[in-house]
């Protein structure tokens, strides 16, 4: 992270997820100037501020709707509800106060999961305690002592145990069990269903539309480099030496970057939502991602020759033969007047300056590998890449 301020402009910007949420990992963070948009683990007690502080009447509607529930009816949509308010801690290693803000969002599909998730964790303890009490007395509980260790195995989920009363005793000799769910205490936990908060040191004026817009863009970076996340599956090679294996996977980590930066570059020239024709069979329109952006030049070609150029536009596999043409005779340059035609040559210019300035790099770089570990988001400053950037891929 340290290299990557040093060769990025200012402005970097890191949203991870709750693995960073300690104050102890924040308040590290801040002392080196680095800025983020992290989700606060539960353990910090951020719940319990937001009770005090805030409270659910104290959230306001936010305006935001992901892609993936573009088409649902707005019955269905995940609706969403923030405030934003100051965050004071003391720092674990010096016992500097350091000032934070956060960010509480509560949401309803979340809180849906959440009240779910409870339901079936208390629907599981009571069969499992429902079978120990059936087998009291028996071959495996015939102490107190047996039903107790069952039970402490049964409750061993820490958000559980305060849920359910449970009673044991013995009576003639022979062990008992009781319990009931505690209603108070599950009314109390139902408070904060759907509620978590994400943490910034992010100077100047904010919001907490804006704190969470930051953070769902997450994903797109964790796409863009999911392939470097885990295991790298390359066809079998027939290299002996690990300089020279090393070498090859580092040209595929610098084709899948290539890969995300294609992408990346066209949707910014697009805009925000704005989708390009003829990617999907059929013609149809999408957002352009890295596969449809190569899949849409698969076939195109060219041939020069000292009495001029041919060009060759077969068709791709499984399109119909109406949607290209193919010249192989010698002759002058073909005019294309299709905007895509022309969007597809600058395209092409683009990836071959790419591709010797890589092959330029290569000659002077050590063999290594080229990874991103970690779920964090890097984000550069406003630049080529839009506001904020867009994310490093």
């Known amino acids: 992270m340290d290299r990557l301020a040093q060769l990025l402009p200012p402005g970097l910007l890191v949203v991870a997820d709750s693995a960073l949420g300690h104050l102890k990992n924040l308040c590290e963070a801040d002392r080196a100037g680095l800025r983020f948009v992290v989700p606060l683990r539960a353990d910090t007690g951020f719940g319990q501020r937001f009770l005090a502080e805030v409270g659910p009447d104290g959230l306001h509607p936010i305006r935001y709707l992901c892609r993936r529930e573009a088409h649902p009816p707005a019955h269905r949509r995940t609706r969403y509800r923030g405030a934003l308010r100051d965050y004071h801690v003391t720092d674990p290693k010096t016992g500097q106060p350091r000032s934070f803000r956060v960010a509480y969002i509560w949401s309803s599909e979340e809180a849906t999961s959440v009240a779910q998730a409870r339901d079936r964790a ?42 359910l009363a449970v009673t044991t005793g013995t009576s003639r000799g022979k062990p008992t069990l009781t319990w009931q769910r505690d209603h108070d205490a599950i009314t109390a936990a139902a408070r ?36 470097n996340k885990g295991t790298l599956k390359v066809r079998p090679i027939f290299l002996h030496n690990d300089d020279r294996i090393a070498a090859l996977i ?42 449809n ?22 068709p791709p596999p499984n399109a119909p033969s109406s949607t290209c043409s193919t010249s192989t005779h010698p002759g002058p340059p073909r005019t294309r007047s299709s905007p895509t035609q022309v969007r597809k040559m600058r395209l092409v ?45």
């Open 192 to 227: 904060l269903d759907g509620i978590y908060a994400l943490a910034t040191n992010l100077p100047g004026r904010l919001s907490a539309t804006g704190i969470l817009r930051t953070y769902k863009d997450q994903h797109l970076v964790e796409q863009a480099h999911r392939a």
């Open 293 to 314: 952006i190569l899949a849409a030049f698969q076939g195109l070609g060219a041939t020069h020759t000292p009495t001029g150029s041919s060009w060759t536009d077969s």
């Open 122 to 163: 208390l629907a599981k303890a009571e069969t499992a305690l429902t079978k120990v009490s059936n087998g009291l007395g028996g071959r495996y509980y015939t102490t107190r002592k047996q039903v107790d260790a069952k039970v402490a195995r049964i409750l061993a989920n820490p958000r559980l145990q305060p849920l």
């Open 250 to 291: 580092s040209i595929v980590g610098l084709a899948l970057l290539l890969y995300g930066l294609i992408e990346t570059d066209l949707r910014h020239a697009l805009g925000d939502d704005q989708q390009l024709p003829g990617l999907l069979p059929e013609g149809r329109a999408a957002r352009p991602t890295g596969r």
């Open 349 to 393: 210019l683009v990836l071959v300056v790419i591709c010797v300035v890589i092959t330029a790099l290569l000659t002077k770089m050590p063999a290594g590998q080229l990874a991103f570990d970690g779920a964090a988001e890097v984000r550069l400053p406003r630049g080529p890449f839009g506001r904020w950037g867009g994310p490093l891929r």
